[in-house]
């Protein structure tokens, strides 16, 4: 099965700097397609995960633009340029070009230093 | 707008059974693949199941397996899970979700004596 180490876990970041999250597999994320299915979550307290970004770099309609994705094969990163107030919540990375089963990391929890 | 809402959760003894529902609108459920993806108080996220959009094909979770049924009405718009011999560890929010973009807002289940 393939497993999905995000680092860290818990992120205190300063108004307005920026952040940084890392989602590495321990398989190759590529799909036969040609495409990686590599998707970031955001969920914010009390409310069910956003889709923030998928295939590794796609922003959903509404995500700000200082969110961005990155990575290939077994190495992903989410970056806020930012950090607003707005941001704080566990972010998830999954999986899921090993179809049908989805595979989640263990979320890192940005809050505000 | 798309709209995926959970019901069907409460609080239920060890071994017993349960059915949760998804009411899906807004758009063309019969087109997509929909998964249960649930959460643990204070934990992760956890793929539990997934239906292709035809009804011909389920996948489960190995912590799941044998035990739960995923199904659909796509006449009804709606996604099931049926939960039989429930256990403690089995005590989550619920989430039904669509492909990936889309999720609704939980429903707790509570497996306790």
């Known amino acids: 099965d393939v497993v999905m180490t995000q680092s860290p876990l818990s992120l205190p970041v300063t108004l307005g700097q920026p952040a940084s999250i890392s989602c590495r597999s321990s398989?190759?994320?590529?799909?036969?397609?040609?495409?990686?299915?590599l998707t970031w979550f955001q969920q914010r307290p009390g409310q069910s995960p956003r889709r923030l970004i998928y295939?590794?770099?796609n922003r959903d309609s509404g995500v700000p633009d200082r969110f961005s994705g990155s990575g290939s094969d077994t190495d992903f990163t989410l970056k806020i340029s930012r950090v607003e107030a707005e941001d704080v919540g566990v972010y998830y990375c999954?999986?899921?070009?090993?179809?049908?089963?989805?595979?989640f990391g263990q979320g890192t929890k940005l809050e505000i230093k | 707008q798309v709209q995926l809402v959970e019901s069907g959760g409460g609080v239920v003894q060890p071994g017993k059974s349960l059915r949760l529902s998804c009411a899906a609108s807004?758009?063309?459920?019969?087109?997509?693949?929909m998964h249960w993806v649930r959460q643990a108080p204070g934990k992760g996220l956890e793929w539990v199941a997934v239906?292709?959009?035809?009804?011909?094909?389920?996948s489960y979770a190995d912590s799941v397996k044998g035990r739960f049924t995923i199904s659909r009405d796509n006449s009804k718009n709606t996604l099931y899970l049926q939960m039989n011999s429930l256990r403690a560890e089995d005590t989550a929010v619920y989430y039904c979700?669509?492909?990936?973009?889309?999720w609704g807002q939980g429903t707790l289940v509570t497996v306790s004596s």
């Open positions: 999954m999986q899921g070009t090993h179809w049908p089963l989805w595979t």
């Open positions: 807004g758009f063309y459920f019969s087109s997509y693949g």
């Open positions: 295939k590794v770099s």
């Open positions: 239906i292709y959009y035809d009804g011909s094909k389920e």
């Open positions: 979700v669509r492909d990936s973009d889309y």
């Open positions: 398989q190759s994320l590529v799909h036969s397609d040609g495409d990686t299915y």
